[in-house]
Nanobody
């Protein structure tokens, strides 16, 4: 059974930092493409960051480049999202996503709330 369990969300002031974690089980983590998506109230879900299995190539949304860093620890079956210089517009539910390179199947975590507010 595939499970993706996010943690690390919460309330942070503008300019602050948070690190999200996504613990995975039930599939061959090291061969999967891992991504973080977010969805703010009234907005469409958007891709925040992606890390590929081979070589650790990463992609980022323009809105988070230079502020967010995605990484993975294949020994721990965990993907991380380090978020620095947070802005109120980063407020959203952040969800972990897993898919093989073929993208024929995909799995989602339950999401974790990130709120950036003073």
């Amino acid at each position: 059974q595939v499970q993706l369990v996010e943690s690390g969300g919460g309330l942070v002031q503008p300019g602050g930092s948070l690190r999200l974690s996504c613990a995975a089980s039930g599939f061959t983590f090291s061969s999967y493409v891992m991504s973080w998506y977010r969805q703010a109230p009234g907005k469409a879900r958007e891709l925040v960051a992606r890390i590929f299995s081979a070589g650790g190539t990463t992609n980022y949304a323009d809105s988070v480049k230079g502020r967010f860093t995605i990484s993975r620890d294949n020994a721990k079956n965990t993907v991380y999202l380090q978020m620095n210089s947070l802005k109120p517009e980063d407020t959203a539910v952040y969800s972990c996503h897993a898919a093989p390179p073929s993208m024929l199947v995909s799995y989602w975590g339950q999401g974790t709330q990130v709120t950036v507010s003073s």
